[in-house]
């Protein structure tokens, strides 16, 4: 499967994000990842759509727009005309509108992901993964950037490939998110991710370009 990177801008100074997005759009960057929290779903504060639209003319890659915040329902008109490409909506905020939600994203036009906690186990996206174009598996707590790996995380990524596969959506993008390092993304691969977030890992690097490069080919 082609493995794709997506910087999350959470690890990045937020008073050059123009910079910012254009930087890993010369580094070879596959998505960029735009963390949205409300201080509700999770502690911290951080942008909402009007961030998303202000960056959307300094990059021409996919906006990865990663919702941490109660009733997401109520937010997606807003983040799709700020132009996200995806939107990804927590199993644990949607509860039993998971699947309505993420239709409604698509009736956007825009694609749609749905997100477990670590303490959610995978089955939680079982029901939507017919309508999904990607399944996120958090492997941290979400809220904070430069956090350790759950290496319990490997399990569930083996376990929801298995389930794509043996349904039909062995392609399915299966991105990971939190704690993702040089070092451990070849196991994170091998156990069926295709799509690695990586915030402080590509922000701190010395050289992005050669660090995205590496998390690719890990
Ligand atoms: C955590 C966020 C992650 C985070 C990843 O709530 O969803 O995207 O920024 O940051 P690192 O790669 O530093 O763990
Ligand atoms: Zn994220």
């Known amino acids: 499967m082609k493995i ?3 910087p999350s801008i959470l690890a990045s100074d937020f008073a050059h994000m ?3 997005v254009r930087k890993l ?3 070879g960057a596959d ?3 735009c963390d949205v929290m409300d201080g509700n779903f999770v502690p911290p504060i951080t942008f909402g759509a009007q961030m998303v639209k202000q960056i959307r003319p300094h990059t021409p890659l996919p906006l990865d727009c990663h919702l941490m915040v109660l009733h997401p329902e109520t937010h997606l008109e807003d983040f799709a005309s700020a132009g996200a490409d995806l939107i990804s909506v927590h199993a644990e ?3 039993k509108n998971l699947v309505k939600t993420m239709r409604t994203i698509k ?3 825009v694609k749609a992901a749905a997100v477990v906690n670590p303490e959610t186990p995978v089955s939680a996206l079982f029901d939507c993964a017919e309508e999904a174009d990607m399944l996120l598996v958090m492997s941290v707590h979400p809220g904070w950037g430069g956090q350790k790996f759950i290496p319990e995380t490997l399990k569930k990524l083996e376990e929801l490939r298995a389930f794509c596969i043996k ?3 062995e392609e399915l993008d299966i991105q990971v998110d939190g704690g993702v390092t040089e070092e451990n993304a070849g196991e994170i691969i091998s156990a069926g991710a295709n799509v690695l977030v990586a915030g402080s890992t590509v922000f701190r690097a010395v050289d992005m370009r050669a660090t995205i490069a590496r998390l690719r080919s890990a």
Do not use: F, M, P, Q
């Open 25 to 27: 759009t010369e580094n």
């Open 31 to 33: 998505l960029v990842h």
């Open 93 to 95: 905020a949607c509860g």
């Open 18 to 20: 123009a910079d910012n």
């Open 4 to 6: 794709k990177i997506a």
């Open 107 to 109: 009736s956007l036009g």
């Open 167 to 169: 349904n039909g959506r």
